[in-house]
C-alpha cells in the first residue's frame, strides 16, 4: 500500500510539475567563472565576484547572477545528500548564497544529469530530488544543468526530471539546459527550462575552432553562424543560450566588442566569464554599455536576424519595443571595410515576428551606441568605415 501511494504520488506529481515561469522575460545576466578559472573554484574566490560585480558597476547596470561552475561538488552521505568540497567551500553553500543575497544578487549552481560531471565530481543522475531539496535549503537561484557521461540517456526526459525536481522543492530556479545543442533543446525545451546551450563549449577565438581530441571549442563567428535558423524558438522566458562571454578574455578590444554586441544582437544571455575583480577599462566599458544592453534586454525578446552577407560584412537587424530597430554592421574580415548603405532602398521584413522596417515611407533617427551619439537619418545614405574583426551598432528609431 504504502509503495502503491509513493507512485501514485510520484505519477501526480508529475502531471503537475512544470518550470517556474516568468523568472527569465528578458534573457539571464550575471558571472561564471569556467571560461576564466575552469576547475580553479573556490568561495574566496565567488565572494571576490560578487564584491566586484557590485563595485565595477554591473549589478547597475543589470548583471544579477553569481553561478558557481563544475568543480564546487564533494561527496554524497550515507543518505545520498551532496555536500560541497570541504578544502574548496569550507564555509558550506549556504553561507556563499547568504553572502551573494546580502549584495542583493543571486547564487547559481551547477551540476550534471549523468552520473558524473564533466570534471568527474557527483553527477545527479538518481539523486535529482535530493540534489534539488539540497538547492533550495542553501537558497540556490539558478541551475546549470550539463550533459557529461550520460551515455544512454534521453535528454528530454533526463532534463525533465530535474525540472520537475526543482519543482517539487518549491524554491524558484531558473533552469540552465547545457547538452551543447547536441539534441536540438529548442525543439523540446521551452517548457523545460529558461535557456539552453546551442554549441559546444566557446573559446576566445574570433575565428576559429580548437580540437581537443574527443571534443571542440568554437570561437565567436562559428557560435553565431549556428544560431541562424534558431530564432523562432527563442524568447522571453525561453532562451537560445550562445554560452558565456569571453569579453576580457585575451581577445583584442575590437573582437570583444563585435562578440558583446552579436550576443546582444541574439538575445543571448549575456552571462560574463572573466575577471571582474581585474578589468581594463575598455573590458569594463564593452560588458557595462548600458545602450547596448538595451538591445539584449528588449522586452520583446526577439532574436535578431542576418539580412545580409557580402564579402565578409554582415548586417544584422533586431526588432526592438516601440517600433524600434538595433542595427549590427558585422566585419568578419582581417581588413577594415567602407560601408555605404542606402536606408531607402531597403525594406527589411521580418517574417516570423511580423515586424517591416520600410525605410522609404518612414525615416527613422540613427544612434551610434558604441560612440553613444546620435548620427542623423535614414533619409540619407549612411557611410562609415567596420574596423577589421569589429562592428558598428546602431539603434533607429521612428520620427513619427
Ligand atoms: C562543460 C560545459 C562548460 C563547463 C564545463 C565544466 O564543458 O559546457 O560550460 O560547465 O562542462 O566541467
Not at 558583446?260 to 575598455?282: K, Q, R, V
Not at 542576418?306 to 565578409?312: A, F, T, V
Request: hydrophobic share 40%.
Amino acid at each position: 500500500m504504502k509503495k502503491f501511494l509513493t507512485v501514485f504520488l510520484m505519477v501526480t506529481w508529475t502531471i503537475f510539475a512544470q518550470k517556474f515561469e516568468k523568472l527569465a522575460l528578458t534573457p539571464p545576466m550575471g558571472w561564471e567563472g569556467w571560461n576564466k578559472f575552469g576547475c580553479n573554484t573556490n568561495e574566496e574566490l565567488i565572494k571576490k565576484m560578487a564584491d566586484a560585480m557590485v563595485a565595477s558597476g554591473m549589478k547597475d547596470v543589470g548583471y544579477q547572477y553569481i553561478i558557481i561552475d563544475d568543480c564546487w561538488e564533494g561527496e554524497r552521505d550515507s543518505l545520498g545528500f551532496i555536500h560541497p568540497d570541504p578544502n574548496r567551500f569550507p564555509s558550506g553553500i549556504k553561507a556563499i548564497a547568504d553572502y551573494v543575497h546580502s549584495k542583493g544578487l543571486k547564487l547559481g549552481i551547477y551540476s550534471d544529469a549523468g552520473w558524473k560531471t564533466c570534471e568527474e565530481r557527483p553527477g545527479s543522475r538518481g539523486y535529482e530530488f535530493q540534489d534539488a531539496i539540497k538547492y533550495a535549503e542553501w537558497g540556490v537561484d539558478f541551475l546549470k544543468y550539463d550533459w557529461c557521461n550520460t551515455k544512454g540517456l534521453n535528454a528530454e526526459e533526463a532534463y525533465l526530471t530535474m525540472r520537475n525536481a526543482l519543482y517539487a522543492a518549491k524554491r524558484p530556479v531558473v533552469f540552465s539546459i547545457c547538452e551543447w545543442g547536441k539534441n536540438k533543446p529548442w525543439e523540446w525545451a521551452k517548457d523545460v527550462g529558461h535557456l539552453w546551450r546551442t554549441a559546444p563549449d566557446i573559446t576566445p577565438c574570433f575565428d576559429c575552432i580548437v580540437d581537443h581530441g574527443s571534443w571542440e571549442a568554437w570561437g565567436i563567428m562559428q557560435i553565431i553562424d549556428r544560431e541562424v535558423g534558431l530564432r523562432i524558438y527563442s524568447g522571453p522566458d525561453h532562451w537560445n543560450d550562445p554560452d558565456m562571454l569571453e569579453v576580457g578574455n585575451g581577445m583584442s578590444v575590437n573582437e570583444d566588442r563585435a562578440h558583446f554586441s552579436m550576443w546582444c544582437m541574439l538575445a543571448a544571455p549575456l552571462i560574463a566569464g572573466n575577471d571582474l575583480s581585474n578589468m581594463t577599462d575598455e573590458t569594463k566599458e564593452i560588458l557595462t554599455n548600458k545602450e547596448v544592453i538595451s538591445v539584449d534586454q528588449d522586452s520583446l525578446g526577439i532574436q535578431g536576424f542576418r539580412y545580409s552577407e557580402e564579402d565578409g560584412l554582415e548586417i544584422w537587424f533586431k526588432p526592438l519595443k516601440d517600433d524600434n530597430w538595433a542595427v549590427c554592421f558585422l566585419n568578419r574580415t582581417t581588413n577594415p571595410i567602407d560601408i555605404n548603405f542606402a536606408w531607402r532602398e531597403h525594406r527589411i521584413v521580418d517574417s516570423v515576428f511580423n515586424k517591416v522596417a520600410d525605410f522609404k515611407t518612414t525615416t527613422y533617427k540613427i544612434r551610434d551606441l558604441w560612440v553613444k551619439k546620435d548620427i542623423g537619418r535614414t533619409n540619407k545614405d549612411f557611410t562609415e568605415v567596420v574596423p577589421a574583426h569589429d562592428v558598428v551598432m546602431l539603434r533607429l528609431s521612428p520620427i513619427k
